[in-house]
């Protein structure tokens, strides 16, 4: 299994001295990037010792997902920059989880969040189906939004949208307060195609992983073991621990995994 790291591009050279094997990029940080910030970073990332692999992050107010503002015209243009910047990085996998482009006023129509949550996919899913990109539908639990909040909403959209190049990203943060049961992912492994964890801290905080997360970082993987999975893991936490923290992080899931 390979084990990333998500975080802004600048810090690209933070997460290859943490020791990571490739880099998740902040999706609203790369949209933000001057042109020659950018082409500093693709110059750094072609010349750099790991890739990145995905977007989290994918952005921070708009274009909404859902709700009052859904535009899909935002949608469409947006996707055609970022995603533009993506494949300049060779970033393959595109996640979409960003709780303040999908929190709906309480009187939404949820039918039509959930239409408009589709066709939110279908427009990026178009956009990158152009540069061989896969979309990753995130759910996020119920204290960041309140829409797609279970694995079995965002299960669902995936099946009913039906096309390739929409799959799941599972957050194994994200899934805590929302199941008992963290560990028997049978039924969306089918249709996922990347993991994310990270600590659990006061008020859902993302503190790095430490040592008291290794016991249950080795039930994680034991049990992906069993269920066949072995793709790529990518600890979401707090940035701002990542030059003191992230490499005892990362040595944390690889010894979780090897002994799991």
């Known amino acids: 299994m390979k084990f990333g790291c998500c975080a802004p591009i600048g810090l690209y050279d ?3 001295q943490a020791g990571y094997d ?18 500093e970073m693709v110059k750094k990332v072609t010349d750099g010792p790991i890739p990145c692999l995905a977007l ?7 274009p909404k997902m859902a709700g009052d503002g859904f535009d899909p015209d935002e949608v469409r243009k947006y996707a055609k920059k970022v995603l533009l910047r993506a494949a300049g990085l060779g970033v393959k996998l595109i996640g979409i989880g960003s709780p303040a482009i999908r929190r709906l006023p309480e009187d939404y129509d949820r ?5 408009q949550g589709k066709q939110f996919l279908e427009i990026t899913a178009d956009v990158a189906e152009s540069y061989g990109m896969i979309v990753m539908l995130e759910s996020l639990h119920k204290y960041l939004c309140n829409f797609c909040n279970t694995l079995d909403e965002a299960y669902d959209m995936v099946r009913e949208i039906n096309r390739p190049n929409v799959k799941l990203v599972i957050d194994y943060y994200n899934i805590k307060p929302m199941t008992d049961d963290i560990y028997d992912l049978r039924k969306y492994l089918p249709e996922t195609v990347h993991l994310h964890t990270s600590g659990m801290g006061e008020n859902y905080s993302r503190p790095q992983l430490k040592e008291k997360d290794y016991d249950e970082l080795k039930a994680i993987f034991r049990s992906l073991k069993d269920m066949g999975y072995d793709g790529a893991m990518s600890n979401e936490s707090d940035n701002s621990k990542l030059e003191t923290e992230g ?12 002994d799991a």
Request: charged share 40%; net charge negative; glycine share 6%.
């Open 247 to 258: 490499a005892r992080a990362v040595e944390i899931m690889r010894r979780a995994y090897k």
């Open 111 to 115: 039918k039509k969040a959930w239409e």
């Open 56 to 62: 989290s992050g994918y952005a921070k107010d708009e």
């Open 22 to 39: 490739y880099m998740d990029v902040n999706g609203a940080d790369l949209y933000a990037l001057s042109d020659g910030e950018y082409e």
């Open 14 to 16: 933070k997460v290859v």
